[in-house]
């Protein structure tokens, strides 16, 4: 039997209150992580405009730093939903703060690690068959892509922080603002400044360090933060292979997930006419990725 939508006193049953707390939520996490991901995206439209070697390398770029980096750090720093989660409802506020700093630790010498292998990504490309003239141009994207390594984790442990407390208005905002700001980033290092593709990666670093400031303000100065995040502390150095023992297989799901879609553009390399392919595919794979920011919002609501 369906449950009603209004109780016997005329007043809304608790199935309708649920649906609108997790609309709330659901909604700005909706929004803020399409705005996240479409940073990149707009990247590769500036660079889709400078000719078709330049945007099937920085697809191909593009792909191989999300299935080499940006999902790791994505997949790692997911278990502060985890961590912060549980001593947020378990009002150890404190925690929350000193979660943040023993992620940002720990992602920091993996991104080392990660931009070491990035500096070496024409070779592997071409290791692997990949096109002589894309593997080249797409080594030379992904170089000056390696800065927003050490901003990308960070980002994604303040936004964690953020919404294990519900604070997801914040997030909505501060990455709107970041993908406007993008826009006016991207022209000016692509055209007016005339780097091309490599301002293109350039501005990827900008926004998110723009981002990461804007929330670093916010937990700093808002008092909703207050009890959350009381300063630096040397306890976020304890038990750190405690927390790889859990952001470990948060990597592995997330990684599995996202390689089943930047694989494809990367494979896209080995076809007949790999400039035109891998273009087409990239373009396909972003607009799925778009669309795939629903049922994420959705689901994320819920933990």
């Not at 599995?256 to 080995?270: P, Y």
Request: charged share 10%; hydrophobic share 50%; net charge neutral.
């Amino acid at each position: 039997m369906e449950e009603p939508l209004v109780d016997k006193t005329g007043e809304e049953s608790l199935v309708v209150i649920e649906v609108k707390k997790q609309l709330y939520l659901a909604g700005p996490l909706i929004v803020g992580s399409l705005l996240q991901d479409v940073v990149q995206m707009i990247s590769v439209m500036f660079v889709g405009h400078l000719g078709e070697l330049a945007l099937s390398s920085a697809s191909i770029a593009t792909s191989f730093a999300g299935v080499t980096g940006f999902s790791l750090l994505s997949g790692m720093s997911s278990s502060l939903d985890t961590l912060c989660g549980q001593a947020f409802g378990a009002k150890q506020h404190h925690l929350l703060g000193i979660y943040k700093q023993r992620a940002i630790l720990v992602l920091t010498p993996v991104s080392v690690v990660v931009a070491v292998i990035w500096g070496y990504t024409g070779q592997i490309l071409l290791f692997f068959g990949q096109d002589p003239e894309i593997a080249m141009e797409a080594g030379s994207y992904i170089r000056w892509l390696i800065p927003s390594l050490f901003v990308y984790g960070p980002l994604q442990c303040h936004v964690r922080f953020l919404q294990t407390q519900n604070m997801v208005l914040p997030v909505m905002l501060s990455s709107g603002v970041t993908a406007l700001n993008h826009i006016l980033v991207c022209w000016l290092l692509v055209y007016k400044l005339g780097l091309g593709n490599k301002g293109a990666a350039l501005a990827n670093t900008i926004s998110y360090l723009t981002n990461v400031s804007i929330l670093a303000l916010y937990i700093r100065l808002s008092p909703s933060c207050k009890s959350t995040w009381t300063g630096l502390s040397t306890e976020a150095f304890r038990d750190i292979l405690g927390f790889l023992r859990l952001a470990v297989p948060s990597a592995l799901m997330v990684c599995w997930e996202w390689w089943s879609f930047e694989l494809l553009v990367l494979v896209s390399g080995f076809l007949p006419n790999p400039k035109l392919e891998a273009s087409v595919l990239s373009i396909s794979l972003n607009t799925i990725s778009l669309v795939f920011r629903v049922p994420y919002g959705l689901s994320a609501a819920i933990r």
